[in-house]
T-cell receptor
């Protein structure tokens, strides 16, 4: 089955730094979602994007729906220790019920 | 409290011994789904259900069965588990079609098959 490719696979950054990660596909998606998984827990929705070019923020997090509809980006500004976890993108194609998840980006933040 | 619950949270079993992982949600959600999480592969969908008595295969359904006899429950059945089914399993639910409605994930079930 299709999967979305996330980059980078893992990141080790210092507290206060900004973070950028992306999610790419060979197919077009109509909805892009970003989830965060804290250690030992299930993923939780961070941001949902529904239109090409859309830029949406949630606190220090900003996500963008790529204009080609084949990619999406997530930025975290001024990282803090509780940002640690795995970030997943997910995409939904038009007229389908299958949400396809990315391979994940593992983020570590050092004080 | 609105939530998705899974049981058991941890399970170690042997090859071939049938097992069931239960999933229950108390939010009257129509959509329910099972995922497995493996390092480097992210979350892969096993089966999903749009409503009672309606189930569909996800990307990796082989070796698994599900049923949706009631709206709140969506058990995952491994008739004859094998070591390649060792994984972290998540059940999730949403009000209706995912994407428009947030997916609520359970806490996960870590399964080891020896």
């Amino acid at each position: 089955g299709q999967q979305l490719n996330q980059s980078p696979q893992s990141m080790f950054i210092q507290e206060g730094e900004d973070v950028s990660m992306n999610c790419t596909s060979s197919s077009i998606f109509n909805t892009w979602l970003w989830y965060k998984q804290d250690p030992g827990e299930g993923p939780v929705l961070l941001i949902a994007l529904y239109k090409a070019g859309e830029l949406t923020s949630n606190g220090r997090l900003t996500a963008q729906f790529g204009i080609t509809r084949k990619d999406s980006f997530l930025n975290i500004s001024a990282s803090i220790p509780s940002d640690v976890g795995i970030y997943f993108c997910a995409g939904l194609k038009r007229n389908t019920d299958k949400l396809i998840f990315g391979t994940g980006t593992r983020l570590q933040v050092f004080p | 409290e609105a939530q998705v619950t899974q049981n058991p949270r941890y399970l170690i079993t042997v090859t071939g011994k049938k097992l069931t992982v239960t999933c229950s949600q108390n939010m009257n959600h129509e959509y329910m789904s099972w995922y497995r999480q493996d390092p480097g592969l992210g979350l892969r969908q096993i089966y999903y259900s749009m409503n009672v008595e309606v189930t569909d295969k996800g990307d990796v359904p082989e070796g698994y069965k599900v049923s949706r006899k009631e709206k709140r429950n969506f058990p995952l059945i491994l008739e004859s588990p094998s070591p390649n089914q060792t994984s972290l399993y998540f059940c999730a639910s949403s009000l209706s079609r995912p994407g428009k409605n947030p997916l609520n994930f359970g806490p996960g079930t870590r399964l080891t098959v020896t």
